[in-house]
């Protein structure tokens, strides 16, 4: 089976919209309780890693670390990728501990239709009919100050290590999660620390367990998978299966995938804000049932369990969330492949310099360069 699918060309998305900064926080009373620090500790810690790691397993995160019990819940309903990493004389080599012993950190997320067969050839790292719908790459550096959302355009044509060239998400029908990870890590020159896959039939139980999530849509269109369900641009409260379809969308836009990342992104910072709340961080149920409602659909590798994602939150506790910042790996537009197919082009230049500020940690520079501050 060609693990390219034979879609319509989608056009060059115009130039970078600027997007809405997070909101100054309200001035604190003067007054304050025992219990302030650590309910802040609590919240800081909760909204960042819910918006690094891609809403739910961040949801998760928030109630292992505040209801330990729920830690169970997570790993022994998350499914398991044994040999998620290729090959250690084809990886980059494991960067140096800073003064502090502590390394980056980057978590590969992938999202998915099927969890169920993407699963399956997770666990073999054999070829299979699976590709990769939606990919972003976390990046955390090792001073943990700031945290780097990068998404991956499905479409993007690049290098596939012994495939040739060929569309990003070729690499997991060609090779299974290893070939996948060792893609992500010969295109941006950063070994992958955790892989992550979220299928999309999560998130209409995690958005009914918070009672629905209200988004801020950027463009008005219709589902193209059923007339019935409509987005108008401006917020909307948004149920399970709204989410759902959301979060799919590609077809009802003239410049396809561009648009639909635009959406999920929006869709995440909607959820995050949601989750985050003081009527949400205060209900162990709501959190349970976000827990127990989406670790099913998760798909980690072996090292990403409950203990490990908790360390992790405790070392972002004093990020903000203006220091969480999520663009698209700028790219040269759209074209056509030799054999036909419509591609996205890789900018070889903007992902030469992102690797690069990766390395050396300058990414910050790297986003004011580039612009990309607010999206793009």
Do not use: C
Not at 117 to 146: C, F, N, Y
Not at 264 to 289: C, D, E, H, R, Y
Not at 293 to 309: H, I, Q
Not at 316 to 339: A, Q
Request: proline share 7%; glycine share 8%; charged share 15%.
């Amino acid at each position: 089976m060609n693990p390219d699918e034979s879609e319509p060309a989608v056009e060059a998305p115009d130039a970078s919209a600027s997007r809405a900064g997070t909101p100054a926080p309200a001035p604190r009373s003067r007054r304050r309780s025992a219990d302030t620090p650590r309910r802040k500790k609590k919240r800081t810690a909760t909204f960042v890693l819910l918006g690094a790691l891609l809403v739910v397993v961040l949801a998760a995160v928030a109630a292992i670390v505040y209801l330990g019990s729920l830690s169970q819940s997570f790993d022994g309903n998350t499914k398991k990728i044994p040999n998620a990493f290729p090959q250690e004389s084809s990886r980059p080599a494991e960067p140096r501990p800073g003064p502090d012993g502590k390394t980056a950190v980057n978590i590969l997320l992938v999202g998915s239709d099927s969890r169920g067969a993407t699963g399956a050839a997770a666990e073999s790292g054999t070829p299979s009919d699976q590709r990769s719908d939606t990919m972003m790459l976390v990046h955390i550096p090792a001073d943990r100050q700031h945290v780097y959302v990068v998404s991956i355009m499905r479409d993007l044509w690049v290098p596939i290590p012994d495939h040739g060239s060929a569309k990003i998400n070729a690499a997991l029908a060609f090779g299974g999660v290893p070939l996948m990870v060792q893609t992500v890590e010969s295109l941006l020159g950063q070994r992958l620390d955790h892989v992550v896959f979220v299928d999309f039939e999560g998130f209409k139980g995690l958005t009914d367990a918070v009672g629905g999530v209200t988004v801020n849509v950027p463009k008005a269109f219709t589902a193209s998978q059923t007339s019935d369900i409509h987005f108008d641009a401006g917020p909307q409260t948004m149920n399970g299966e709204q989410a759902l379809a959301f979060v799919r969308e590609r077809y009802a836009f003239a410049d396809g995938d561009y648009q639909r990342v635009r959406d999920q992104q929006a869709f995440m910072k909607a959820l995050v804000s949601k989750l985050a709340t003081p009527q949400t961080l205060a209900n162990p149920i709501t959190l349970a049932n976000a827990v127990n409602g989406f670790s099913p659909y998760l798909t980690v590798d072996s090292g990403f369990t409950a203990s490990a994602v908790a360390s992790l939150g405790v070392e972002l506790v004093n990020v903000r969330p203006k220091d969480i910042t999520t663009f698209t790996l700028p790219t040269n537009g759209t074209g056509w492949s030799t054999d036909g197919q419509s591609i996205v082009l890789l900018n070889q230049a903007a992902t030469t310099g992102l690797a690069t500020a990766m390395a050396q940690g300058t990414v910050p520079q790297y986003v004011a360069a580039n612009n990309l501050a607010n999206g793009n």
